[in-house]
């Protein structure tokens, strides 16, 4: 009878130890993998809305860097950080919502980004040029050696094909979740930032019209700053003159896409300035707070853009901060990770 007894205190025991190592909530850290068979008591994981592209965006921004870190000069030091900052975010993002790292970790696909959109040069988006790779992928074999050193401007010309392709492909990341909305687009809106830094032309985006209420606001905004950047070339000379003429072609060239859609504010027949304009100091300080403004103006209204357009909304999105955000590094401004974002 003892014996007994013994034996069903035995299975008790580990009739409980089972049940707790497989319940949720002891925290036992049980990873939960998509293709694992299905085990009762065991709740799967939903994936992601878009996960694959989310994943191959992660890897491709981790590429980007390292391809980055291959060009001398300021820009390529300062794309190769950023793009890192992109990755951290994205990565602890992902991770926090239950996406494998492994996943994360792998080296980018064959295709390079979310899409495969392939750039003018053939290079695929977000893929690491062929001189650079990310540096936990890094093989012997892929460094080049001292008397093979890479051709900065090959360097650059892969790099701007490949921002320049993610750029194009943004539209692949429309059905990310409505958190995930704003962040996505600000990205992609630094991709055709550094496209168009790196090549000397914005990259081709499509280019259909969008409208509604946040796109009439941005015309608003838009033509304000227009004619803030009218007051800047007056007040300059030489250089910062033409440097001036440039931006204030691209906001007039901005304020033509976005009123392509049937968007018009109501006209305004001027606005006070922030401050007295009287020299050339005074301009470049206008400029670089307007175009700093119209900057975060355009990162509130990316979400309702996406929401509201899909793909379309985020392409615009795209090449409408990533415009504003050429102009404010032109005047020295820091480029952003995620331009018009907090």
């Given at each position: 009878?003892?014996?007994?007894?013994?034996?069903?205190?035995?299975?008790?025991?580990?009739t409980?130890?089972?049940?707790?190592?497989?319940s949720?909530?002891?925290?036992?850290?049980i990873?939960?993998?998509?293709d694992?068979?299905?085990?009762?008591?065991?709740?799967t994981?939903t994936?992601?809305?878009?996960?694959?592209?989310?994943?191959?965006?992660?890897?491709?921004?981790?590429?980007?860097?390292?391809?980055?870190?291959?060009l001398?000069?300021e820009?390529?030091?300062?794309?190769?950080?950023?793009?890192?900052?992109?990755h951290?975010?994205?990565?602890?993002?992902?991770v926090?919502?239950?996406?494998?790292?492994?996943?994360?970790?792998?080296?980018?696909s064959?295709?390079?980004s979310?899409?495969?959109?392939?750039?003018?040069?053939?290079?695929?988006?977000?893929?690491?040029?062929?001189?650079?790779?990310?540096?936990?992928?890094?093989?012997?074999?892929a460094?080049p050696?001292?008397?093979?050193s890479?051709?900065?401007?090959e360097?650059?010309?892969?790099?701007?094909?490949?921002?320049?392709a993610?750029?194009?492909a943004?539209?692949?990341?429309?059905?990310?979740?409505?958190?995930l909305?704003?962040?996505?687009?600000?990205?992609?809106?630094?991709?055709?930032?550094?496209?168009?830094?790196?090549?000397?032309?914005?990259?081709?985006?499509?280019?259909d019209?969008?409208?509604?209420?946040?796109v009439?606001?941005?015309v608003?905004?838009?033509e304000?700053?227009?004619?803030f950047?009218?007051?800047?070339?007056?007040?300059?000379?030489?250089a910062?003159?033409?440097?001036?003429?440039?931006?204030?072609?691209?906001?007039?060239?901005?304020?033509?896409?976005l009123?392509?859609?049937?968007?018009?504010?109501?006209?305004?027949?001027g606005?006070?300035?922030?401050?007295?304009?009287?020299?050339?100091?005074d301009?470049?300080?206008?400029a670089?707070?307007?175009?700093?403004?119209?900057r975060?103006?355009?990162?509130?209204?990316?979400?309702?853009?996406?929401?509201?357009?899909?793909?379309?909304?985020?392409?615009?999105?795209?090449?409408?901060?990533?415009?504003?955000?050429?102009?404010?590094?032109?005047?020295?401004?820091?480029l952003?990770?995620?331009?018009?974002?907090a």
């Amino acid at each position: 009878m003892a014996q007994r007894d013994g034996g069903v205190g035995r299975r008790v025991v580990l009739t409980a130890a089972v049940v707790a190592a497989i319940s949720p909530a002891t925290g036992c850290g049980i990873r939960l993998e998509d293709d694992a068979p299905r085990v009762p008591l065991v709740p799967t994981r939903t994936p992601l809305a878009a996960e694959d592209a989310l994943v191959a965006l992660t890897r491709d921004c981790l590429a980007l860097a390292s391809a980055a870190e291959g060009l001398p000069g300021e820009l390529g030091a300062e794309l190769a950080a950023l793009h890192r900052r992109q990755h951290t975010v994205l990565r602890t993002t992902l991770v926090r919502r239950q996406v494998p790292p492994a996943d994360l970790d792998a080296g980018p696909s064959p295709t390079g980004s979310a899409s495969g959109t392939p750039s003018g040069s053939g290079t695929p988006a977000g893929s690491a040029t062929p001189t650079a790779s990310p540096s936990s992928e890094r093989s012997p074999s892929a460094a080049p050696s001292p008397s093979s050193s890479p051709d900065p401007q090959e360097t650059r010309t892969a790099l701007a094909a490949a921002e320049a392709a993610a750029a194009a492909a943004a539209g692949t990341l429309a059905g990310v979740d409505a958190d995930l909305r704003a962040t996505v687009a600000a990205l992609h809106a630094q991709r055709y930032a550094a496209a168009t830094l790196l090549a000397g032309r914005p990259p081709d985006v499509p280019a259909d019209p969008v409208t509604g209420e946040a796109v009439v606001g941005l015309v608003a905004r838009t033509e304000a700053a227009t004619w803030f950047l009218e007051v800047v070339v007056a007040r300059s000379a030489g250089a910062q003159r033409q440097r001036a003429d440039v931006s204030l072609a691209a906001l007039r060239a901005l304020r033509g896409d976005l009123v392509a859609g049937g968007s018009r504010a109501e006209a305004a027949i001027g606005h006070p300035l922030p401050f007295p304009v009287a020299t050339a100091a005074d301009a470049a300080r206008l400029a670089r707070e307007v175009l700093t403004t119209l900057r975060t103006d355009l990162g509130a209204v990316l979400d309702p853009l996406v929401s509201a357009h899909g793909a379309l909304g985020l392409a615009a999105a795209t090449r409408w901060l990533g415009t504003v955000e050429v102009e404010a590094h032109r005047w020295g401004v820091d480029l952003a990770p995620f331009p018009g974002l907090a």
